[in-house]
C-alpha cells in the first residue's frame, strides 16, 4: 500500500512513518491547521500580545510601579489577562503568561515579573 502526502497527496517515498513527501507540504498543512480561523481568537489573541508587550515595556526589571493612566495611555485593557494569582493573604494577582499586576491604592500598579 502506497502512502500519500497529506497535503498534497503524491505518493510518499522513504521512512514509513513519513506524512509529507516534502518541508514545503509540512509546513503548509501546520500553517493552514494551526492558523486562528476564528476573528474572535485572532482578536483576543492580538489583544493578549498587545496587552504583554506593554508590561513588557514598563516592567523591564521584574518589579516596578506605574500608574493606571501610563496603562491606558500605552492602549492597556485590563479585560483581557491570562491568568489569577491569589496569595495566601487574598491579594490577587492579574497575569498575561509571566508579566503580572497589582492593582494597588491611589490608581497604581505594581508590575512584576514571574520566574520560569
Do not use: W
Request: glycine fraction near 6%; charge should be positive; include cysteine.
Amino acid at each position: 500500500m502506497e502512502r500519500q502526502c497529506l497535503e498534497c497527496g503524491d505518493v510518499i517515498k522513504g521512512r514509513i512513518d513519513k506524512k509529507f513527501c516534502a518541508d514545503g507540504c509540512r509546513n503548509t498543512y501546520n500553517n493552514r491547521i494551526n492558523k486562528d480561523s476564528k476573528n474572535l481568537i485572532r482578536t483576543i489573541n492580538n489583544r493578549l500580545r498587545k496587552n504583554y508587550r506593554i508590561l513588557e515595556t514598563l516592567n523591564p526589571h521584574k518589579k516596578t510601579k506605574v500608574s493606571k493612566a501610563k496603562l491606558i495611555e500605552s492602549g492597556f485593557d485590563f479585560s483581557y489577562f491570562t491568568s489569577l494569582y491569589t496569595t495566601k493573604i487574598g491579594t490577587i494577582y492579574y497575569f498575561v503568561y509571566d508579566q503580572g499586576y497589582l492593582p494597588l491604592e491611589n490608581d497604581y500598579y505594581a508590575l512584576v515579573k514571574r520566574d520560569a
